[in-house]
T-cell receptor, first 112, second 113 residues
Framework: QKEVEQNSGPLSVPEGAIASLNCTYS??????FFWYRQYSGKSPELIMS????GDKEDGRFTAQLNKASQYVSLLIRDSQPSDSATYLCAVKKDNAGNMLTFGGGTRLMVKP | DAGVIQSPRHEVTEMGQEVTLRCKPI?????LFWYRQTMMRGLELLIY????????DSGMPEDRFSAKMPNASFSTLKIQPSEPRDSAVYFC???????????FGPGTRLLVL
């Protein structure tokens, strides 16, 4: 079992819809969770971080964390074609110093 | 700020050759990370430094890989000898002390023939 798992996709949604991206992790000691966006041929960029159970909203993005279920998700409201990218979930363990473990990423396609 | 700078951006070499990748972190950042990204294995951490000192190199695949950070503004990742399975995109990232965000460089796309 991979430490951080994501459905590779592609996830296809129409413009204006809500895109829901999911991530599960295996280590219950994980404390910090991050969503990175990576456009094709580009480097990852951080879009959201979440540290406690519940929802965290930033503009059109909402991160949701459920530590009991070891599950973190990213919702993108009013999806735009410019949101088409690969979304990487990253997890930091409590005792892992500064190391992040990344999932394989979910490719999102927003169709006009 | 110019962000994290990596060179070269593209490298094509033949199996058995030495490859050196270079990284300049964001000025003032205390942490530097080297990652490798492939379709099969995704984004993997190879090694990271804190204040120029290697802290964890457990992700370095084998002895053919080595990394150094001689000063706060420069790091190298060397592969000697290179093999076709080393073909990947290599990212360098840096982070400030107490910061939560790792800033990635543009990456070096390596192809070993």
């Amino acid at each position: 079992q991979k430490e951080v798992e994501q459905n590779s996709g592609p996830l296809s949604v129409p413009e204006g819809a809500i895109a829901s991206l999911n991530c599960t992790y295996s280590d219950r000691g994980s404390q910090s969770f991050f969503w990175y966006r990576q456009y094709s041929g580009k480097s990852p960029e951080l879009i959201m971080s979440i540290y406690s159970n519940g929802d965290k909203e930033d503009g059109r993005f909402t991160a949701q964390l459920n530590k009991a279920s070891q599950y973190v998700s990213l919702l993108i409201r009013d999806s735009q074609p410019s949101d088409s990218a690969t979304y990487l979930c990253a997890v930091k363990k409590d005792n892992a110093g500064n190391m992040l473990t990344f999932g394989g990423g979910t490719r999102l396609m927003v169709k006009p | 700020d110019a962000g994290v700078i990596q060179s070269p951006r593209h490298e094509v070499t033949e199996m058995g050759q030495e490859v050196t990748l270079r990284c300049k972190p964001i000025s003032g950042h205390d942490y530097l990370f080297w990652y490798r990204q492939t379709m099969m294995r995704g984004l993997e951490l190879l090694i990271y430094f804190n204040n120029n000192v290697p802290i964890d190199d457990s992700g370095m695949p084998e002895d053919r890989f080595s990394a150094k950070m001689p000063n706060a503004s420069f790091s190298t990742l060397k592969i000697q000898p290179s093999e076709p399975r080393d073909s990947a995109v290599y990212f360098c990232a840096s982070r400030a002390w107490g910061g939560k965000t790792q800033y990635f460089g543009p990456g070096t796309r390596l192809l070993v023939l």
